[in-house]
């Protein structure tokens, strides 16, 4: 294969597979040679005198995400199974809100019985948006799927924001709006809620008058406190000239329902669910979205064309096709959430605070340090989730598991302090 040359007034741009033939314009050892920076973009900063043999391959990166922090992202079972020593069934996991239930027997045997695995899937996921329209109650054309509601929460930033523009977050909330937002080159304006982790409308609204943001997350149930949004205050926020994306990754174990067909009435709703919880199919990537009908068209052209895998599609609808094991998943977690819940609070070092999710947050008395209080449970086997940040550092997050991960938590718990 040969270079390929773009003449550009007298400038050169060098792209492909190195050509000794052609020493002037070849990739050695990662340098770049002969090209000129009259047709690099300004951020590629090269003096044109310069051999840009020095030229570094970060130097191509766009400036905001040179600056940018990686985003924290649990370990995979099999590695922290080497790092604990212990097998992956031997290790509780309660630190990332997953469903220990696992999902029912219907998408195993879809999974095992796929036909076309070698056929790209559908573009428009139109079985599974069929299956959600039933489940939800609002029609198909409504509905977009995403390699989960992460990919989602990423699609609607590229739609909807151009560089330097604003978002509201309110934390502390899932730390993804933040991290997309910093992805897209885009402002992070921080209404904190309060401490009882309601959100503050006023300064929401105060904020959206002074800063002009493009839109607004909310989650309800908050992640990773579990507290909910009610009705008037969404709808006072929904009256602001304002986006609001509602992420309701969780909101199967709060008994409320979902506003999916609230989008039909708002021009400026978004709502986000996933199949990640209530599912438990975290592993396979899929969520979706309800989208008023202005807005979802663009989401449809900016979308990668085949970003829901035909394995995701597949375990989606027969998880679908269950619901009686969805409910009883969902009701013995709820249950198990509320004995969890009054245990925690035994504890004379922890303060749990009510949830309505499949988690609990909890405040660490400051006789304890919460960080080792996560490590010396890794240790015992029982992941939990604590926070970097420093607004959270006294705080951990306990998922809730099956009633026996509880019964070896709680006897850690005893066993520590
Ligand atoms: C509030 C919230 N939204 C979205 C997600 C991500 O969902 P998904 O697994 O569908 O990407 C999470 C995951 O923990 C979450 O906590």
New binding site residues.
Partial sequence: MDVIDLFCNTSTICIGIPNPTRSSCSFRQSTIRCMSSSVLPESVKVDSKQDCGSLTGDSFIRPHLRKLKAYQPILPFEVLSIRLGRKPEDIIKLD??ENPYGPPPEVFEALGSMRFPYIYPDPESRRLRAALAEDSGIEAEYILA????????DLIMRCVLDPGEKIVDCPP??T?YEFDASVNDAIVIKVPRKSDFSLDVKRIAEVVEQEKPKCIFL?SP??PDGSIIDDETLQKILNLPILVVL?E??IEFSGLESRMGWVKKHENLIV??????RAAL?GL???YGAFPLSIIEYLWRAKQPYNVSAAAEVAACAALQNPAYLEKVKVALVQERDRLFKLLKEIPFLNPYPSHSNFILCEVKSNIDAKKLKEDLAKMGVMIRHYSNKELAAYVRVSVGRPEHTDVLMECLKRLY
């Fill in positions: 990332a809100n995403g390699c989960g509601a992460d990919e989602l929460i909330t899932f993804m989650t908050n992640n992420d990754a969780y986000l669910r996933t199949f990640s919880k975290a990537r899929v969520g």
